[in-house]
């Protein structure tokens, strides 16, 4: 959900009229061109989720579920779920960030953007220190997934060569290939426990399942009829909903 640019201090008002000063310039393309934090009496106002049409948003939360986590521009936002104002934002993505999710220990957060890079940061420090980058895909990151052991990441989305990869977190090596799908992959799922499992759903209307690690494709699901938006294991692993 949601693209846009950041401003720091000042007002609504103020910053319309210096977008209005620049000839009108629209800072970003969507909704989201004055989105950024508000800074006020010690809270970050933070950005909303800014919808796209066609296309779906993923809304994460942290282990403990007491924050939330999305994108808004080139944003990363982390808000308290019982006290909005307490958010954080993480704006070191050059290009839009799509997608974000929190690392099962809690301790990391990997988020894509629409280049198809992957930045893995801490969560600990307030200065959110990256960890590892890593040019995933060669297109837009559409969804991340961790494994139950926070080692393991599969990123989809689209690409030119392929729609999806798993990779070791530390270090960016393959574990496996995503295949499957024809068409973009929108939404990935990592089975919590073992053995381990992924599911991915894509545009080509289908439903995938891959084994491993090393990951590989063991079948599909055709059962239905239009973009499959959104895939997730159960908690314990015995089911699944898309």
């Known amino acids: 959900m949601g693209r846009g640019g950041e401003r720091q201090g000042g007002s609504v008002s103020s910053s319309v009229g210096e977008a209005m000063g620049q000839g009108g310039r629209i800072i970003d393309r969507h909704v989201t061109h004055i989105v950024a934090s508000y800074r006020r009496a010690g809270h970050t106002y933070a950005p909303v989720p800014a919808t796209t049409r066609g296309e779906s948003v993923s809304l994460y939360a942290d282990p403990k579920n ?29 290009a839009n960030a799509t997608a974000a999710s929190y690392s099962p220990s809690g301790f990391y957060i990997a988020s894509g953007d629409e280049s198809g890079k992957l930045r893995i940061w801490d969560t600990v420090n307030a200065e959110h220190i990256l960890a590892n980058e890593f040019p995933v895909l060669s297109g837009k990151i559409h969804d991340i997934a961790w494994s139950g052991d926070s080692e393991r990441i599969v990123v989809v989305g689209d690409g030119r060569e392929r729609f999806g990869a798993a990779i070791l977190a530390k270090t960016g090596s393959s574990v496996g290939s995503i295949t499957g799908h024809s068409k973009a992959i929108l939404s990935c799922s990592f089975k919590a426990n073992r053995p381990f499992r992924v599911a991915t759903a894509s545009e080509d209307f289908s439903v ?3 084994t491993g690690p090393p990951f590989k494709f063991a079948h599909g699901c055709q059962d239905h009829t239009r973009f499959v938006n959104c895939v997730r294991f159960s908690p314990d692993g015995a089911r699944y909903v898309a």
């Open 66 to 94: 007491e924050k939330m986590l999305y994108t808004c521009g080139k944003s990363v936002v982390i808000r308290n779920i019982e006290n909005p104002l307490d958010a954080d934002l993480y704006q070191e993505h050059v």
């Open 208 to 210: 995938g399942f891959h």
